[in-house]
């Protein structure tokens, strides 16, 4: 089995190290990853400048761009071959909710499903690395699963993977979930800098707003690892009924002024 593994925090964060440590054991793996951190940054590519790969004294491979730019080089010609899973993380902090919609570790896993590469993106749910052995193992025990199970290398699939920062032998089973939500951000920061001009700083992430059972917030918070399959597909199937008589009155509205 041959692994590509990114993330978001940085070729250099506690996470990657750990989650690259752990699957080694059991697979042949590479690191692309990004150079600095780069939260938040989605599933955004770089295309107004050139892109640099390096590789560290340990053997991981850096990149100066976003994550999505890391596993984009790596499939399209870096690696020379392609990897049977793509595996992003471990993330330090929780990306459960309207976070998947931000995240850089999110978009680094997606972007290896857009290639039709199955990949999963894995998370601890507190920042600060605490427990990230036991996270390591949890996730290397998940892709050992999955290989016995053959769903690695076939049809693509794309899971994100939340796991609570407790010792492995406290984290409970495995909960398939779905996205919960949150609260919109917290206000934007305002502060002056040393020229006096206003700066702002994006606000934190709002309180989980839906956190019953059966979220990705409630799962964690009782301790399981929660797994909630993703797509790509943004269409709102559920509205198009509704869309396509609206759309088609509009359209009766703009044939007729310009047959007037």
């Not at 990657?16 to 599933?43: M, Q």
């Not at 399209?76 to 570790?105: E, F, K, Q």
């Not at 899971?159 to 398939?176: D, K, M, S, T």
């Not at 949150?182 to 839906?210: C, F, L, N, T």
Request: aromatic share 6%; net charge negative; hydrophobic share 40%.
């Amino acid at each position: 089995m041959k692994i590509l593994i990114s993330n978001d925090d940085g070729y250099q964060a506690p996470g990657i190290v750990a989650l690259h440590d752990a699957l080694r054991t059991v697979a042949d793996v590479e690191v692309v990853a990004p150079e600095h951190n780069n939260s938040a940054k989605s599933n955004a590519l770089t295309l107004h400048s050139p892109l640099y790969v390096q590789r560290a004294a340990n053997g991981f491979r850096y990149v100066n761009g976003t994550p999505a730019d890391c596993v984009h080089i790596a499939l399209t010609g870096l690696l020379g071959y392609r990897p049977d899973l793509v595996v992003s993380g471990i993330n330090n902090g929780a990306n459960m909710g309207d976070d998947t919609i931000y995240s850089g570790t999110v978009g680094a896993a997606m972007e290896g499903f857009l290639f039709g590469i199955p990949s999963i993106a894995f998370s601890q749910v507190d920042k600060g690395w605490g427990e990230i052995e036991a996270a390591a193992c949890k996730a290397r025990e998940m892709v050992e699963q999955m290989q016995r199970r053959n769903l690695i290398g076939e049809a693509p699939w794309l899971l994100n993977v939340n796991i609570p920062n407790l010792p492995f032998e406290a984290l409970r089973p495995l909960r398939l979930c779905r996205l919960g939500r949150r609260h919109a951000a917290e206000r934007v920061i305002e502060q002056q800098s040393p020229r006096g001009e206003v700066m702002y700083w994006i606000g934190g992430a709002g309180a989980a707003k839906d956190d019953a059972e059966g979220t990705d917030f409630h799962a964690t918070a009782n301790g399981h690892v929660a797994v909630t399959p993703l797509k790509v597909d943004l269409t709102d199937h559920d509205g198009l009924g509704y869309w396509a008589q609206t759309v088609a009155r509009m359209a009766a509205v703009t044939e007729q002024g310009g047959a007037g």
